[in-house]
């Protein structure tokens, strides 16, 4: 076993780390305060090659797998947590997808412009009535002869008014339950569908999330991934590779309390010493750490079993319901040792905890996971890859 990292990962966490710092710290504030998806931040990590893990040379992929890729996001979630959802909305979500199940004509239309950021990219599964249960959903595609009808709803999508193309689950079969869902490549340019922009969210402020509403939307055949009626195990397994995404993006957050909390115990002084030497701040120090740390191996165990093709969706599970876990235990510790600074905006810790909580309800909440974790533990469902 060998925890070290190679020279070339450790390149490619300097240059993340050092983009974050540069180009993204400085407006953390201002779109947080704004609600404010900044295209030219997405711009810049299109060019650094962020979103080409795991994807083909071939179609403009970095050559590198799903452990660099955590690796990059860790660094860019530790400085602002909202920009770790454009790793997932472009290369694990629709390109990675579309690599695995599209046509070769598909592939070369839709990958290179995902992975260059021509295309702002995003998938689509909730609905206004349906989360937890993705099987149940309602948005319709009616088969017309040439082409398919959409009609429905889609809600809280990720870069749901700002993509210009995305992943679309939808049903074709209304009454076949997980075996009637189909994935299509949806172009939202295409006349009928309304897009608006959620305001108001707890946390993830300066990413894009929205409302869509597809009427009547004429979506040519052509534009089936895979086979029709077969879409739910795409979802799943496109939900496996975004799910590390989101595991990798509590890491770096998890950090970037951690690191404000030591910083903090180290400059207050009360009681006549630095409040780090009173022994219960150095308990919450002690949990903060070990949590931290445990993550780290769970996410990087999930990445190297999904890089060596080994069955991972429990690993993968684990990671993001512990990864939950510790990052809302961590950010609600790290308010507490700030004491009233840590409850105004002088500090980062509202933010913190505001973006801690996503990570207990996005790509399946913390109950599901725990579903899988013990279904999987107990022998009723096979660990996939
Ligand atoms: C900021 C943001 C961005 C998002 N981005 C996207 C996106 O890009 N694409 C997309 O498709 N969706 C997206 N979502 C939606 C998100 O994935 C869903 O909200 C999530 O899957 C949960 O669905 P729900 O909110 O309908 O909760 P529900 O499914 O209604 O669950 C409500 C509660 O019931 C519990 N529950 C439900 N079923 C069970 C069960 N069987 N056993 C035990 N407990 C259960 C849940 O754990 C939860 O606590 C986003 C959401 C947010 C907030």
């Not at 995003?122 to 937890?132: R, Y």
């Not at 799943?236 to 115990?265: D, H």
């Amino acid at each position: 076993m060998d925890f070290a990292l190679t020279e070339e990962q450790r390149m490619l966490q300097d240059m993340a780390r050092n983009f974050a710092e540069n180009e993204i710290k400085p407006y953390v504030e201002e779109d947080e305060k704004n609600e404010h998806w900044r295209k030219e931040i997405f711009d810049k990590m299109a060019e650094l090659g962020f979103f080409g893990f795991c994807i083909d040379e071939k179609y403009g992929g970095n050559g590198m797998g799903f452990l660099e890729g955590a690796l990059a996001i860790e660094q860019v979630a530790k400085v602002h947590t909202s920009w770790r959802m454009a790793f997932n909305m472009q290369c694990w979500g629709p390109a990675l997808t579309i690599q695995k199940f599209g046509t070769e004509e598909q592939k070369e239309e839709y990958i290179p412009k995902f992975v260059s950021g021509e295309y702002v990219g995003n998938f689509a599964m909730t609905e206004t009535d349906v989360g937890s249960d993705v099987a149940a959903m309602k948005c319709r595609a009616d088969d017309k002869g040439d082409h398919y009808l959409i009609n429905g709803n889609k809600m809280w999508i990720t870069n749901g008014t700002v993509a210009d193309h995305g992943l679309l689950y939808v049903k074709t079969d209304k009454d076949a339950g997980a075996r009637g869902v189909t994935c299509l490549i949806i172009d939202y340019n295409l006349p009928g569908i309304t897009r608006q922009k959620i305001h108001g969210k707890v946390g993830l402020l300066a990413s894009d999330t929205g409302e869509l509403t597809f009427e009547d939307v004429k979506v040519p055949k052509n534009c089936v991934l895979g086979e029709v009626n077969k879409g739910f195990p795409i979802c799943m397994t496109q939900l496996n590779s975004t799910r590390l995404g989101c595991s990798a993006g509590s890491l770096g957050l998890s950090g970037a309390i951690l690191e404000a909390s030591i910083k903090y115990a180290n400059e207050r002084s009360q009681f006549g010493q630095q409040i780090g030497r009173h022994q219960l701040i150095q308990q919450q120090i002690a949990e903060m750490k070990m949590e931290h740390e445990a993550l780290a191996y769970l996410v990087y165990k999930a990445a190297w079993l999904k890089d060596k093709g080994i069955p991972n969706v429990m690993e993968t599970s684990m990671s993001k319901l512990f990864g939950a876990k510790a990052v809302v235990h961590a950010a609600n510790e790290c308010m507490k040792l700030h004491g009233s600074f840590g409850y105004s905006d002088e500090y980062p810790c509202g933010r913190f905890l505001r973006d801690s909580k996503q990570f207990e309800t996005l790509e399946g909440t913390s109950n599901m996971h725990t579903t899988i974790v013990a279904n999987t533990a107990l022998g009723y469902s096979p660990n996939r890859k």
